[in-house]
Structure formats: C-alpha cells, structure tokens
C-alpha cells in the first residue's frame, strides 16, 4: 500500500493565498492524491476562507477539542472539504479566536502561537482519527515545528512511530523568529536543550531553524536555491544549520498546475490561444489595453508585474532604471501588487508620471493576474532571490517572455535567448544591479523589434513543459527512501 501523507501548509489555493506556497500546496496534493496515496491536507480555516463556495463539513468526533499550547487554552474542531478539480481532501483546523483576523498573516503578538496550535493540532486530528501518516510533511516556517514535536511530544505515540518529517522551504526570507521568553509555549519540558542553543542565547527561537535540525529531509524548490540557501549570500543566517544537513537537502522545482495556468483553457480569458493561434493573444492585449485605460498602440511592447511588492523582488533595481527605459523606449507597464509602502508608492508615482502608459493596480487580483499573463509581451521578475517563483513558468505558457535575473528558480526554467542558436526562453541577467536590468530590458526590447526573433523566443517558452507530474513524483521518491 501506499503511504499515507499528511501535509501541513499555511496557505492552499484555491481557499487561501498569498503567494506561490499556496498554489503549490494545492497542486502537489491534487497530483498525489490522483496517482493514489492517500493524501490529507492540513490548513486552518481562516475567516477570509469562502465557506458558501468551499462548503466545508464539520466532521463528527472532531468538535470542540481542548488544545493546551504551553499556558493558552485554545478549543478547535475540524470540517473537511475536498479540493476542486480532482477531489483531494483538506482537513480545516477551525478556531475563530486564532484564524478568523483580518488577513491570513498577522504582526500580532500572539503570531507564532497562531501556528504553534495550528502543528498541534494538526497533530492531534490524526490521533484522534486514528491515521497514522508514514510521512509528515510540513511546509515553511508555520509547521516547522512538526518534525520536532515528533521527535518529543508524540515520541511515544505507537500510531506515529513510523512516521518520518519532511520540511519544504519555500521562502527562507520568513524564519517566524520569536521571544525566547515565550519558550513554555513549546511545551518540551526537560527537553529545550533540544532547541538551538545560540538562538536561545541571543534571546530568541526559530521556527525554521527548528525545522531545519529536525527534519529527516529537506527540500527546497529549485536544484539552484539548494545549493544557493547553503552560502552566506543566501542563507539568511541558516546557512550554516543547512550545511550540517546537506546530506538530506534535494531541490525540487515547482510545477505549474496547468488546469489553471494554460492560455488553451484559462477560465479567466474569453477566448484562447496556444502557439498556433498567437492572433489571439494580440486580440487580448487590444481588450486589455483598452480596459486598463492604456493610450499606447497594440503595437508597443506591454510589460507585466504580478508580485508581492518585498525586497526580494528586486523592485529597488527598477527605481531608476524603469522610468530611463520609458522615457527612451516604446514601452508600457502594468503592475499587479501589494506589500511594502516605498514600492507601492514607487509604481503610483510611475504611473503618474507615464499616464497612459503606465498602469498600477494596487490589488491582489486573480483574474487579473491572469489577463496580465495572457496579454503582456514580457513580464518582469528581477529578483534578489528566488526559491522557484511560479510567474516566470505561467508567462512561458502565455508567450510572455519573461527578464529575470539568474538565481533560484529563475536560473532553473528560463534559459537565456541565443540569436545565434534560436535557443532560449526570455532574457535572462546575472547581477543585482540596475545596469543588469537595464541591459535586460533594451535587450529584451530590441529583440520585441524582430518580429521573427520574437516569435521563436515565445514559441521555444510556449512549448517547454513545467507539469506537476514529474515533479510531484520526485517527492514522492524523497518520500519513499524515508519510508523504507
Ligand atoms: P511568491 O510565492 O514569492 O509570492 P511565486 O512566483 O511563487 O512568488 O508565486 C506568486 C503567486 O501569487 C502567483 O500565483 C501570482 O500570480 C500570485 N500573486 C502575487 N501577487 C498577486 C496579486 N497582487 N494578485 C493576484 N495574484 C498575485
Ligand atoms: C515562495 C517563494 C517562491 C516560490 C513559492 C512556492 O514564497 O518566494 O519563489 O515559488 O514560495 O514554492
């Protein structure tokens, strides 16, 4: 038989999300679950969740648990949904008092609690169901925990005593670093010699960290980001616990669900396209320019943002560098994002200062996010990091050549355009800094001028293949050497 896996993750699209780890998690359980393990997603059940579309089922025997995280008292109960699209089910850890906030994130005091009580409780749903996963894995700073709770507070527990951890990092930027005064909260008794003892010393506790020294594997997602993740450049500080686990770090790149993210079927768009019907692709950029109030011909070259405005975006490079190229060159900007307050008034000044040419929308917006893939000719994404980065493989769907800088997940799946050879997917630069995006974008424009450079480029990015299939199968391999 299969192992059973139960995955813990903060976000899951399509019921919650922020960024990439929420499509990932959606999209990795849907594709284990098809090829028959069975697979049981956790996730709290967050005020902003669409109870009437996702219509989740209080299960019977899971109400009203008493949940003691070190001195709080919480209470929670479970309701089940399945995933649409392929049916895979999401077990909802629902405790208004922790997750019904404002948004899924929160800079409140109570913040590493809000994700201690939702591993525990996690935990404690398989007990009580009497599942036993042969395979925990935990994703990102909110279930770093996991694999260290197996290890001290169900070590006794026969129904998890086969079961091994796996600790994905998706965004090492985010360690979810707390007062070390607030250790009773960990409930490990005699056993916090257990946490880094340096940490602890400096005051403080990190969850990653953690979840780092005690994990039996670890991935991150990109091959690049693996090794990146273990220097100092990258590391964030963690460089060094990683080193001393090399042996168990593999990076798997994402997939792209293209049930979701493909130009032949996306339900967002009224008409689609593939390599062969590229017309469309214009006709859509003619409605969108028209729609987002742009005064440029369809002619102009249409460059897309679709990101969380933070410092890892590398938007600092384009402060000088975006308002030169606009003003020299036939070119247009929409920008799709929130975050940080100096990027958000960067691009309103922008757009401000180029009228009808460009366009900000300050906004988190699916189908949006969608049109900008379908109708942009290129799309932005000059990271200072990037562990994989999901946009730059849905623009290669969409024929949207994607400037990127070479790190992470960038490096590992846009392959940097050769004239010479006609290889290549989008124009790819290595330093983080403004001349490398300078030199990025009038290359990628003087390209977008020879209309037949441009076309092999879109249809070399169009053709590439980024499905889950292949990736979801390598965690399974990481899996099943855990397994046995
Ligand atoms: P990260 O996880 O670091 O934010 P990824 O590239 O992996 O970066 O994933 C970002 C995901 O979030 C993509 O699916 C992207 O379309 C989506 N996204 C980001 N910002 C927005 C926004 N403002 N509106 C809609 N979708 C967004
Ligand atoms: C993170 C990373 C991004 C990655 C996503 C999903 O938030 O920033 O690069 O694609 O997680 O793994």
Redesign the pocket.
């Known amino acids: 038989m299969k192992p059973g896996i139960a995955l813990l993750a903060s976000e899951v699209a399509p019921l919650s999300?922020?960024?990439?780890?929420?499509?990932v998690a959606g999209a990795l359980t849907q594709c284990l679950h098809a090829a028959g393990h069975d697979t049981r997603l956790f996730t709290p059940l967050y005020g902003a969740i669409d109870r009437w579309r996702f219509a989740p089922q209080p299960l019977e025997g899971l109400q009203r648990i008493a949940l003691q995280v070190g001195p709080h008292h919480y209470e929670f109960s479970v309701a089940r949904t399945l995933l649409p699209d392929g049916g895979a089910p999401v077990y909802l850890i629902d405790c208004p008092a922790l997750y019904d906030r404002p948004t899924l994130y929160t800079a409140d005091p109570d913040e590493h609690l809000r994700f201690l009580a939702f591993t525990r409780a996690a935990l404690l749903t398989c007990q009580r169901m009497g599942w036993a996963p042969r395979i925990l894995h935990c994703n990102d700073w909110h279930t770093a925990f996991g694999p260290l709770f197996l290890k001290t507070h169900l070590q006794r527990e026969p129904l998890f005593a086969r079961t091994r951890s796996v600790l994905t990092i998706?965004?090492i930027g985010y360690q979810g670093i707390f007062d070390a005064r607030a250790i009773a909260d960990l409930e490990l008794g005699s056993r916090t010699h257990l946490l880094h003892q340096e940490d602890l010393r400096a005051g403080r506790i990190n969850p990653l960290r953690q979840g780092i020294l005690y994990a039996d594997a670890l991935t991150t997602v990109s091959p690049t980001h693996a090794q990146e993740i273990c220097t100092a450049e990258y590391g964030m500080g963690l460089q060094d616990s990683l080193r001393m686990r090399q042996d168990v770090l593999t990076g798997i790149l994402?997939g792209v669900d293209y049930a979701v993210w493909d130009p032949r079927t996306d339900r967002h768009l009224p008409k689609h396209f593939d390599p062969d019907r590229l017309q469309v692709k214009t006709d859509l950029k003619r409605a969108f320019l028209d729609r987002m109030g742009f005064r440029v011909p369809v002619t102009t070259a249409l460059a897309g943002i679709?990101?969380?405005l933070a410092a890892?975006?590398g938007i600092d490079l384009m402060f000088g560098t975006l308002p030169r190229v606009l003003s020299a060159r036939d070119l247009a900007l929409v920008v799709?994002?929130?975050g940080d307050a100096p990027y958000e008034r960067f691009f309103a000044e922008l757009a401000g200062q180029f009228p009808g040419r460009v366009v900000f929308q300050q906004?988190?917006?699916?189908e949006?996010?969608h049109w900008i893939e379908a109708a942009s000719d290129l799309f932005l994404m000059p990271s200072r990091y990037?562990?994989?980065?999901?946009?730059?493989m849905?623009s290669l769907r969409y024929g949207t050549v994607p400037v990127v800088r070479r790190t992470g997940g960038l490096a590992d799946s846009v392959e940097h355009y050769d004239r010479a050879t006609g290889r290549g997917t989008g124009i790819v630069f290595n330093d983080f800094d403004p001349p490398a995006l300078e030199w990025a974008l009038n290359s990628a424009l003087d390209l977008y001028a020879e209309p037949a450079e441009w076309r092999r480029m879109m249809h070399n990015g169009m053709t590439r293949d980024f499905s889950w299939g292949r990736q979801a199968e390598k965690y399974v391999e990481v899996y099943q050497r855990l397994a046995g």
């Open positions: 999300k922020t960024g990439g780890l929420a499509d998706h965004n994402n679709v990101s969380r890892q975006k799709l994002g929130t906004a988190y917006d699916d949006l996010a990037e562990p994989c980065g999901l946009n730059q849905y």
